[in-house]
């Protein structure tokens, strides 16, 4: 049933090739297709920072071939030696590191990263053939992805009613991840087998990546949809047209809290009040198992600019206080289901979360 | 204690003088601090519909000074009857009427004008006296809402914390009636006495009113607040930062049920889970005991653009599908307390309502 033709307008986030890593500029989405060209880690720091590329999946993978960029220069470099590869991808994976501090993937890719070279310098490999299996090991984490990609949304479409009709925030599809994405991934599953009865894209304040992005992409796919403020789904919840919420995730502590866009937290509450069930759709990636709970999880504060601003048009006075968290917490008993490649977690608790994250 | 430099810095919505009505024009705010001038009913119909002028209690009062615009018109034709100027008055009303559906202020204004209009030239008076029946009339209702703001703040502060943290939406303060306000008359009364411990003013999607209309005020009026997205106030419940939610409202049906502006609802929700009272703060005038309960109650839908273009840039792809209702209903039961000019009703149901709405 699969529509291939659908599948192929959905956009790719991110291609690397030869020394450079090309990224579908998100920032200028919808009005502007463009692309920004990384060869240097600073230069993927940057655009993760300033949010080129977003979503938990998407930064793990973009920062683990900043990481390639650094090691394959440093190769190339006459009389270089294996740690010299090692030395210019702990360096750049140092950069990366600080681009944003919320979503786990892009600290677990660069723990990969890292512990790949070392063990590659210390099998005896050379400069170049540890350059070369720092590529093999971002190619795979980006396979691992793709792959993670459809398995979830098989799985999460297998949780819904025949006919769903579901609310989605932020931007969970094709453009957090490498393709089709993690809660967006059920939604074009759905549509796929013409289970789809309803999406609600909710726009996703202060960012709007639900109405920049996430209706971009079901544009683009045909996947039709309706376009609500985020304060609209408790409405619709209590009017009987929801079935469930499906989000993605940041990062997902042992306990099986879920730090996700901020308004995440207010639609699990909103799903609580209405018995609709709240579906955390994330690869295992996403779990830190080194956060005890949501306590324990950074959250970014963002530039109040981005309340304060709204298409290069002041909507605020000059010097207001703001509070501007890009993500917030939603405790485990309020998520139905966390639905990873590995299968369904339900109920969500520490028991659930070390059996899918467990044998990682 | 009461500040007055405080007080005179705070907007006034409305003036009517001689045969014009000056608004200050709130869709340029902040950015323009312009007057819309209306000689005519149709004119203030306009004003009303645009949202140059909005909130419940001051599109009634505007409503009734449209009316006494064609009043006075009329009635300085050569050999005009004071049947003349009942006709325009009415044919006024009907006019105004239309304007805008949500906000049971605005029919009731004009039901009041229309009744004036009648009883006078019942009574035997000429044409101008017919016209300044209706003048009296419309500024009978303008003392009413200013002295119902100073009213309901009080109360509304009363049953606060001696230091109180709350949570305002939309905007329900000066700008919304014709000074002071509704629910933001209380956090002027708390800052009067130095019990304001901290409000937070979310931005109220799609059109803005809280980061461009109660942002502009509490700055001109030196209130220190906090700006969020409307997301935010869930999360900052759970975290135990919030006394209370305090709203104001566009109709109230007999049975207590609230309409006021899209994401009241959500919040009501978020308040019940983390058993924080949401206070409704509304004149006597917002009530509609025609309407059974919030079903009775007609949503305005809105256009799509509030969502999908920001400041004049376009945020979603063109023709995009939206659902843009600039209301929701909150049910009775989720409201800790109606806060009235003659009193609080609590808890909210059918009998509280007819206690302060019966005798009108």
Do not use: W
């Not at 957090?176 to 999406?199: F, I, M, N």
């Not at 971009?216 to 009017?239: K, N, Q, W």
Request: proline content about 4%; charged content about 20%.
């Amino acid at each position: 049933v699969t529509d291939l033709t659908t599948l192929e307008r959905i956009p790719r986030t991110l291609a690397y090739a030869a020394g450079s890593l090309v990224l579908l500029d998100q920032r200028r989405l919808p009005g502007e297709r463009t692309e920004v060209r990384c060869t240097t880690a600073a230069e993927t720091a940057a655009a993760i920072r300033d949010m080129a590329v977003r979503g938990a999946p998407a930064i793990g993978v973009a920062a683990a071939y900043g990481v390639v960029l650094e090691a394959r220069a440093a190769a190339a470099r006459a009389s270089a030696g294996a740690a010299d590869v090692v030395a210019a991808a702990t360096a750049a994976a140092a950069i990366l590191a600080r681009a944003r501090p919320t979503a786990v993937n892009l600290a677990a890719a660069l723990e990969r990263m890292r512990a790949a070279a070392a063990h590659a310098a210390g099998a005896g490999a050379n400069a170049g053939e540890v350059a070369r299996r720092l590529e093999d090991e971002a190619r795979a984490l980006e396979a691992f992805e793709v792959e993670a990609s459809r398995t979830m949304g098989r799985l999460a479409a297998a949780m819904l009613p025949e006919r769903a009709r579901v609310v989605v925030h932020c931007n969970a599809g094709a453009l957090a991840t490498v393709e089709r994405g993690t809660a967006l991934a059920a939604v074009y599953e759905l549509y796929e087998h013409d289970r789809l009865a309803a999406v609600y894209v909710d726009e996703t304040r202060p960012r709007l990546q639900g109405s920049r992005l996430t209706a971009y992409e079901l544009t683009r796919a045909g996947v039709p949809f309706t376009l609500i403020v985020d304060s609209l789904a408790a409405t619709l919840m209590r009017r009987g047209e929801v079935d469930a919420v499906l989000v993605g995730a940041d990062r997902i502590a042992r306990n099986g809290d879920v730090a996700n866009k901020v308004g995440t937290y207010a639609l699990a509450v909103a799903c609580a009040h209405h018995g609709v069930p709240l579906l955390v759709v994330a690869p295992t990636t996403t779990i830190d198992l080194d956060a005890a709970d949501g306590d324990a999880i950074p959250i970014e504060e963002r530039d109040p600019q981005e309340l304060t601003v709204a298409g290069g048009e002041r909507v605020a006075p000059e010097g207001v206080h703001a509070r501007n968290p890009a993500f917030d917490v939603t405790p485990a008993h309020l998520v139905h289901a966390l639905v990873t490649e590995r299968g369904v977690v339900s109920p969500v608790d520490a028991a659930g979360i070390a059996r899918v994250a467990g044998t990682r």
